[in-house]
């Protein structure tokens, strides 16, 4: 499994009760005094300062918006630092709006020293009614929305801070010939210190980048806005937000936003300042698409350009009921006749308009385009009246009896292109109303032949039903905001649409040497989208893959096909997230807050398995696409399975899968109390478990060549290990670089005793303990009893006394602050003297200064057998800070050389015995090997018997401590580093 960002790195907290005092001193009033405002205080006006002094709610000291966009996959961090000025507990509300097509994938908190780390858990089934409606009906009935609203509310102490860390990822989609990346800024107050970062990395070259005005409203749900991409590429750039900066270095675009409190409050007062939109296309040749690999995986972007345009087939379905009245329906009107401007002379058309009754302008007919048939469907469009119900089915079959018509008929096209535009703003109220039938009677009158694109405007439409038409019929769906420009969104759907380049596109790749592969036939491929396929490579070691696209194109079929060079693809794609991590690490450096910074680690660990995450995140919507489609019981729940399976691996937060995270309980001293419930993150709009984002191409097909269950696979990212360790038993093993040789012995302790592994409190002032826990032995073993590292610590002195303990279960970090970081999610922290870094249920890497680090594995039994208990690893990692008079069970041997040498045969014919010669002593050893790496791999070793007592320094009891933080000399009382 990939490396999941879960915690922010480089944290400073405040202990309860105490706060940092202002930059500003005495020069702002002393209301004031908590608020940072990153400008020189004689500036900030009068309003502004009456506008903090009143506020009652916590302050947002710091919201920092990371984001990073390696090959059209974005992956975003928000941190947030928010301040209780008051001296009793306060609520803070942390919101956050996300793409509706994106996904959460981490949410953490951390409120009085306690980190409250979410989990991913798979959606409990609603509960139904007496009336079989679900109770919830935000999350059963609403489906849709332009955005979701992630919402957590957490009590803060009296005089503290709260820290909020929120990650989600999306895939870039390309329309009308540009992605479009969109962020919120609407933290519904002033913020002292707003920042947002945005990198582009692609792997091809960037063009056309631009930075448009903030868009205010609610929607952020793509480019079908007044402001929209429908302008020719050559009209004039709007002008970008005041503040906002763009550097291009070697082909990362990096974008920069911070307007200060003052900026921020001429924009809006109440901190709703709009949506920070970026807008891109990248240069692309001819042939099979870009194919990148990484891992083991492939993502293909095919968008062919430079093609003639299939001639299509519309009837367009306009609803006419009486809640289209006014504004809706000359809207929809505007947008009708810009569109029949846009008509080509090879097009066919046709309308059905419906309310009660159905009312077709060319009864069994499809029109060609001419200026006497644009200007009678003018005629027709203006004069459409507004009364009446909504026959949603009728209107559905009307349109699909028109085109079925044309094309048994003997004017009809071979390769044209037909579809449906449907448009309503109501649930069916007249004729069949239930929406199982009207699924099932659209599917029997399109019969596969043509697509319906379904558009729903307001609050009042079941989305759902929709959304179903469309996916079942190669369409897609979009909502149309209440508050949103109806026209001008629906004539941006229309030109997305509206010019056609293939039909029934296939792309297929060497037998046998992919699998696991996401939708590869495609209804449609309109002019400024892009299809996008990944999938797992079967042999990583292959010299190439060859790919194979057939499409039909208006009277030809069109065949591309070439061999991929999978090794060079390999190189380059590793070079690009090479300059992403870098250019992460760079921006986030030059960020204020220390815990800002930490951003670039969390980013970082995502762009080093990005191929992977987007081939999760595909198979993850197809899942819920074909989930949609599905015709039975047991096909329905097979797809639910397996998408939700991906969604936990990835840890996903989707219609499928619940957020949950433990809230702090704030006791009446000010104090916070460990939580003892999980509570579910709040998300206003909240996707149900039957929706999708409906941002689809039109494609068909289905996920039934996708797995069934996902293993969670230890985590991709590299550590660092050298041999030297305590594992197991404990087995420890002993490496020496310098002679080539590696020693092994075990030590037979009783379970509660604390042993040193390694001293330098003298030099670098580590010192490192491990505690045992006994087991009872598995049956047939010599042994009584065995032990294992329950819990390892590491202690530093300098520059002042810190440490870290690290259990199966959790890691507490006592430096700056104390923390409690769960081990069953990611995450890295940096305290100044230690830092820490988890893998999820794989790894603690500790690092001391930048010399020093030991990993410790973790080895955990989901169902246990007697003799079976949890229990760590402990190896060292970087020892070079470690001076050469190191000491402890593994720190005596750093910088020993040794030697191995054969004695003379005895005479009575057995083998001749080996000793190991170290530090003067002569130590016999015979051969053996081990498993290590948590039986990963094995190592062929010396092994010293009798608990290791003449290998060693000294004897076994010798090197046991006092407790877990026991930092004393080795041996107790003296400086001496051997025994005699």
């Not at 763009?246 to 920069?256: D, F, P, S």
């Not at 004069?383 to 079959?397: C, E, K, R, W």
Request: with cysteine.
């Amino acid at each position: 499994m990939l490396l999941l960002p879960a915690l922010l790195a480089t944290f400073s907290l405040a202990a309860p009760g105490q706060l940092e005092r202002s930059q500003f001193g005495e020069d702002i009033d002393s209301d004031l005094a908590d608020f940072d405002f990153g400008i020189a205080p004689r500036r900030v006006p009068r309003q502004v300062k009456r506008i903090l002094a009143t506020e009652t709610k916590p302050h947002i000291q710091e919201l920092s918006i990371t984001t990073t966009v390696i090959s059209r996959y974005a992956f975003t961090a928000v941190y947030c630092a928010m301040l209780n000025r008051r001296s009793a507990a306060a609520d803070g509300v942390f919101q956050f709006q996300i793409p509706v097509d994106a996904y959460v994938s981490n949410f953490t908190m951390i409120i009085g020293g306690r980190v409250y780390q979410s989990e991913v858990r798979p959606k409990e089934k609603r509960v139904k009614q007496e009336n079989n409606k679900p109770k919830n009906k935000e999350s059963g009935e609403e489906s849709l929305r332009p955005e979701l609203v992630f919402r957590m509310v957490a009590k803060i102490p009296g005089r503290n801070r709260a820290y909020f860390l929120l990650t989600y990822e999306q895939l870039l989609q390309r329309r009308l010939g540009r992605y479009e990346h969109v962020t919120s800024l609407r933290p519904l107050q002033l913020v002292s210190r707003l920042s947002l970062d945005v990198t582009i990395i692609d792997h091809s070259a960037i063009t056309d980048l631009q930075v448009l005005p903030l868009r205010s409203g609610g929607s952020a749900s793509g480019p079908n806005t007044a402001n929209g991409p429908n302008a020719p590429k050559t009209a004039a750039k709007p002008p970008r937000p005041a503040n906002a900066v763009i550097k291009n270095e070697k082909g990362v675009w990096k974008i920069t936003f911070s307007p200060n409190i003052v900026q921020q409050a001429k924009m809006s007062t109440s901190g709703l300042l709009g949506d920070f939109v970026i807008r891109y296309d990248v240069e692309r040749e001819m042939g099979v698409g870009d194919i990148q690999v990484l891992n083991g995986h492939f993502v293909h972007h095919f968008a062919p350009k430079d093609l003639p345009v299939v001639p299509k087939n519309v009837v367009f379905v306009i609803d006419t009921s009486a809640s289209m009245l006014g504004t809706k329906i000359r809207q929809t009107k505007d947008a009708l006749f810009t569109i029949l401007r846009d008509l080509r002379a090879a097009d066919r058309f046709n309308f059905v308009s419906f309310s009660n009754r159905i009312k077709v302008w060319q009864p069994d007919r499809l029109v060609p385009v001419t200026p006497l048939s644009v200007r009678d469907a003018k005629k027709f469009i203006y004069m459409l009246p507004t009364s009446g119900g909504t026959n949603i089915d009728d209107a559905i079959q009307a349109g699909s009896s028109l085109l079925r018509g044309y094309l048994s008929g003997p004017d009809a096209g071979p390769n044209s292109v037909s579809l449906i535009i449907f448009l309503t703003d109501g649930r069916p109220t007249v004729g069949e109303i239930r929406s199982t039938s009207i699924l099932g009677n659209a599917r029997s009158a399109v019969r596969e032949k043509f697509c319906i694109f379904t558009i729903g405007i307001g609050n009042d439409v079941d989305y759902r039903l929709l959304e179903r038409m469309a996916l079942e019929n190669c369409g897609m769906m979009r909502r149309i905001d209440e508050e949103a420009d109806a026209g001008a969104m629906l004539k941006g759907f229309y030109d997305e649409i509206g010019t056609p380049l293939l039909s029934d596109v296939r792309i297929n790749y060497t037998a046998d040497s992919v699998e696991y592969v996401t939708r590869r036939l495609f209804a449609n491929y309109f002019n400024g989208s892009e299809i996008v396929v990944a999938g797992k490579l079967t042999n990583e070691s292959a010299e190439s893959l060859h790919v194979r696209v057939a499409a039909s194109n208006n009277d030809k079929t069109i065949v591309l096909e070439t061999d991929v060079p999978l090794r060079h693809r390999q190189t380059e794609t590793e070079k690009r997230v090479k300059a992403a991590v870098a250019a992460i690490a760079a921006g986030t450096k030059a960020l204020e807050s220390g815990a800002a910074r930490g951003l670039g680690s969390v980013l970082g660990s995502i762009a080093e398995d990005f191929v992977e995450r987007v081939w999760g995140f595909l198979s993850i919507k197809e899942g819920l696409r074909s989930r949609l489609r599905s015709r039975t019981s047991k096909e329905r729940e097979d797809h639910t399975e397996r998408a939700t399976n991906l969604s936990l691996t990835y840890r996903f937060f989707t219609p499928l899968t619940g957020l949950v995270v433990e809230k702090p309980r704030v006791l009446d001293d000010g104090s916070v109390a460990p939580a003892t419930a999980h509570e579910a993150v709040s998300t206003a709009n909240e996707l149900p478990a039957d929706a999708e984002d409906g941002q689809g191409q039109g494609q068909t097909g289905s996920l039934s060549n996708m797995m069934g269950k996902v293993e969670k696979r230890p985590a991709k990212k590299s550590i660092t290990i050298s041999k030297t360790s305590a594992d197991g038993d404990p087995h420890f093993v002993v490496d020496f670089p310098l002679s080539k040789l590696t020693a092994c012995f075990n030590i037979n302790g009783e379970a509660g005793h604390v042993l040193r592994l390694v001293s330098d409190r003298g030099h670098s002032g580590v010192t490192v303990n491990g505690k045992l826990i006994g087991a009872p032995a598995p049956p047939g073993s010599r042994k009584q009893q065995r032990t294992y590292f329950s819990a390892i610590a590491v202690v530093v002195e300098r520059p002042k006394r810190a440490y870290i303990e690290v259990t199966p279960k959790k890691v507490i970090l006592d430096g700056r602050d104390r923390l409690v970081l769960p081990c069953h999610a990611t995450a890295a922290v940096d305290s100044g003297a230690l830092a820490v870094s988890i893998v999820a249920e794989a790894n603690v890497t500790v690092t001391v200064g930048g010399n020093i680090s030991f990993v410790i594995l973790l080895h955990r039994y989901k169902n246990p057998a007697p003799y079976q208990r949890d229990h760590l690893g402990f190896y060292i990692g970087h020892s070079e800070g470690l001076s050469p008079n190191c000491h402890g069970l593994l720190g005596q041997f750093l910088y020993e050389e040794v030697g191995v040498a054969q004695l003379p045969a005895a005479g009575d014919g057995k083998p001749s015995p080996f000793v190991l010669k170290v530090k003067e002593r002569t130590v016999p050893v015979v051969q053996k090997s081990r498993r290590i790496y948590g039986g990963a791999q094995s190592v062929d070793c010396w092994f010293a018997r009798n608990n290791a007592a003449e290998l060693i320094d000294g004897r076994y009891r010798d090197y046991l401590m006092t407790h877990m933080f026991d930092t004393g000399s080795w041996p107790r009382g003296t400086n001496e580093r051997r025994l005699n």
